[in-house]
Nanobody
């Protein structure tokens, strides 16, 4: 069973940085494609970034490309380094995992964390 726990959210000023972490206590987390999604109040959940099981391949939404970096240590944790943050990045950020290949479709991800709030002040 995969149980994902996010951490690292908080309040930051425009242009600042945060690093989110997604940890799993299971023994097979390193075998999953893992992604970050975000959801702002009144908006649909949107794809942010994904990394494949061995960390070699990554995939980003256009809105975060060049500012965010997803990585994994292949042990227990996937990270999302967020630089040059903007007010429009404000949202609850969710980690998700799937047995399948990388995708931006949240319906294809079976396992989800509880979310961590990121707030960027202007």
């Amino acid at each position: 069973q995969v149980q994902l726990v996010e951490s690292g959210g908080g309040l930051v000023q425009t242009g600042g940085s945060l690093r989110l972490s997604c940890a799993d206590s299971g023994r097979t987390f390193s075998l999953y494609t893992t992604a970050w999604f975000r959801q702002a109040p009144g908006k649909e959940r949107e794809f942010v970034a994904a990394v494949n099981w061995n960390g070699v391949s990554t995939y980003y939404a256009d809105s975060v490309k060049g500012r965010f970096t997803i990585s994994r240590d292949n042990a227990k944790t996937v990270y999302l380094q967020m630089n040059s943050l903007k007010p429009e990045d404000t949202a609850a950020y969710y980690c998700a995992a799937t047995h399948g290949s990388m995708s931006r479709d949240p319906s294809l991800f079976s396992y989800w964390g509880q979310g961590t709030q990121v707030t960027v002040s202007s």
